[in-house]
């Protein structure tokens, strides 16, 4: 190796103005491995994608399944989109925790001095959290249909609802991504990212049919994008319908992408 | 000539802390260039500074004539660093972790595994290619950060403190290393707190403290100011310190600091053979002596002799003005 000798100046000659689009690719890819590798070797970051659907499907099915359905069965059409949502929404908060726990880890000093594209390190793990989602969407589904849930949507109607739950989840969490940037440590990420997401999930008709509700209560949960995404999920898996609440959702997400996934490379920047 | 590293009037502010506060630095292509200085002198500032890793407050600095502030991705393509923390990813084994920086920084999968491999072989790593970073010793993270530097063969090495805390023998193989690079054509900037350290490997010394550049010079011409060794004499009780200082004054012409609380008396000495021009003055003199040492100076005495204050004393009196670049140290204004 020591016969190799260098050339400074051809180095130099060598280097880029910025990354190119390629580049940027490759190194978000190289990011996701990275992220891969440490959930198989901390399983313990599944429990949250495996338990909670487990425990909040069987939960609130005999709670609320009397109080709302008249009984359980005829409840879980409602409720299991809403656990969806619910659970993936959870999923998308962890990500924003765990990019602030890596953020503090020397590791990230390596990166911030190698060429990389600023928004790699953000989008990898986010890549790699795709497959927590589709767990999560997965196991949700599994135990509604094992205590009685037969999606009236059939399997395309149930795929397309898992579907369009990981895209929201990914989209959001764009949001906590944003917010592991800004904060100063993982359990402020967490302390805030509850307070967006309990408003959020329960204040949205993903557990009460909404003409339930008072009306100033109800007119926000007709605009919380979480209804829409549970609407729309409801469509797909009980009835194989693709409805315009699938469009809002979409654009929901457009709008969250474009707005918080500039913001975040720009914060994470400023860390420089 | 376009220099390795150029920096003027460098300056980090930390609330009320100017960390770093006017430094200019020019090192040559090749070179191992020193930053010597005691804990919190501003040393990791300064380089972090100079790696895009800290933005730059006041001044500026260029590595390989590309300027630091308006394109740092480029001087990203021209450095590696290997910084006082250990930064390699836990999580990952040897050979993932140089897998992993290979990738990102454009090396395809088959070359990132064969420079993985390489660079294990050479850092005597590859026996633990597949064990976890946490199974570690300090020395084997030490070799694995530094070697994650070199994947792409930049031709600059910023290395914070690559021997702190590292036993004797592991130090001396860091050192070789880091002459092995040198000799296959990159420039180093190193910091260190240890005089010995800068001697064994700088070719020219920067001294800083508190933010600011103290001296500079090569390892002889530093250490000459303060002599290659140092004459520690503690009196007898009852003996007459400052005539002890005298006798020194006259037999060697140099400057004996005086420790009166202790009755002690350190004198830099040129050559080990004024031991006994001292000593011999001393007993003419009358002066009763407890005991005699002889070390390589300290950093401490190299600080001592160039600032007039103990390296890890906070309070700052006037600096030497000749040393230092004449700037007033104000308030922050921002
Ligand atoms: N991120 C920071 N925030 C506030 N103060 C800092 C920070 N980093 C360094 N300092 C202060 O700047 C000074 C220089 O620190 P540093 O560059 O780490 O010194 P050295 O590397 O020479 O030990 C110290 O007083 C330290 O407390
Ligand atoms: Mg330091």
Not at chain 1, 174 to 194: D, E, H, K, N, P
Not at chain 2, 86 to 103: I, K, Q, Y
Not at chain 2, 280 to 286: D, E, N, P, S, T
């Amino acid at each position: 190796m020591s016969t190799i000798t260098i050339d400074a100046w051809a180095a130099v000659a060598r280097t880029q103005a910025r990354p190119s689009a390629a580049d940027t690719f490759r190194q978000t890819l190289a990011m996701a491995w990275r992220a891969t590798k440490k959930m198989r070797r901390n399983p313990e970051q599944f429990f949250d994608v495996t338990l909670q659907p487990i425990l909040f499907t069987v939960m609130f099915a005999y709670i609320f399944g009397g109080a709302i359905s008249g009984d359980v069965k005829s409840y879980l059409p409602l409720m299991i989109p809403g656990i969806l949502a619910q659970t993936v929404l959870t999923c998308s908060m962890a990500t924003g925790t765990q990019l602030r726990e890596d953020m503090d880890k020397g590791v990230f000093d390596r990166f911030r001095s190698l060429p990389m594209a600023r928004i790699s390190p953000l989008a990898g793990p986010m890549v790699a959290d795709l497959l927590r989602y589709t767990i999560a969407a997965t196991i949700t589904f599994l135990m509604g249909i094992a205590i009685g849930y037969r999606p009236g949507g059939g399997v395309l109607g149930v795929l397309g609802a898992i579907l369009l739950a990981v895209v929201t989840g990914w989209s959001l969490a764009w949001v906590f991504t944003c917010l592991g940037t800004v904060a100063r440590s993982a359990q402020s990420v967490q302390g805030i990212s509850m307070l967006i997401m309990f408003p959020l999930t329960f204040l949205s008709n993903a557990f009460v049919p909404v003409d339930t509700l008072p009306g100033w209560l109800a007119a926000f949960v007709r605009v919380n994008p979480v209804s829409h995404l549970v609407s729309a999920d409801r469509d797909l898996a009980n009835h194989a319908e693709l409805t315009a609440q699938v469009g809002w959702t979409l654009v929901a997400c457009a709008a969250v992408i474009a707005i918080f996934a500039p913001l975040s490379v720009r914060l994470y920047k400023r860390h420089l | 000539m376009t220099l390795a590293v150029h920096a003027r009037g460098l300056v980090k502010v930390f609330g009320d802390v100017r960390a770093v506060n006017g430094v200019d630095l020019d090192i040559g292509e090749g070179e191992i260039f020193g930053v010597l200085g005691p804990n919190g002198a501003g040393k990791t500032t300064m380089l972090k500074m100079l790696a895009t890793l800290l933005a730059i407050d006041e001044g500026e600095a260029a590595v390989f004539g590309v300027d630091v502030r308006r394109e740092p991705h480029r001087v990203r393509q021209l450095i590696g660093v290997t910084g006082q923390y250990a930064s390699v990813d836990e999580n990952l084994t040897a050979a993932e972790n140089l897998w992993l920086f290979g990738r990102l920084q454009g090396l395809g999968r088959r070359q990132a595994r064969a420079t993985a491999a390489e660079l294990l072989e050479q850092f005597g790593l590859t026996d633990a290619a597949n064990k976890r970073i946490s199974q570690f010793s300090g020395g084997m993270r030490r070799r694995l950060d530094l070697a994650a530097s070199l994947i792409t063969r930049p031709p600059l090495i910023f290395l914070d403190e690559p021997t702190t805390g590292l036993d004797p023998r592991t130090r001396g193989q860091m050192w070789d290393t880091i002459r092995g690079l040198v000799a296959s054509g990159c420039t180093v900037l190193l910091t260190t707190q240890y005089l010995d350290e800068a001697d064994q490997l700088a070719d020219r010394i920067v001294v800083i403290d508190h933010g600011r550049k103290v001296a500079q010079g090569t390892p002889d011409e530093l250490k000459n100011s303060v002599g290659d060794l140092t004459l520690h004499l503690r009196l007898a009780a009852g003996a007459d310190l400052s005539l002890a200082g005298d006798v020194v004054r006259r037999q060697l012409g140099g400057e004996p600091v005086l420790t009166p609380e202790s009755g002690q008396l350190n004198v830099p000495l040129a050559s080990a053979d004024h031991v006994a021009d001292v000593l011999i003055g001393l007993r003419q003199a009358g002066v009763a002596l407890a005991s005699v040492s002889v070390d390589k100076p300290t950093l401490d005495e190299v600080f001592l002799a160039l600032t007039g204050h103990d390296a890890g004393e906070t309070e700052r009196p006037d600096p030497r003005p000749q040393a230092i670049p004449a700037q007033a140290p104000e308030k922050v204004t921002r």
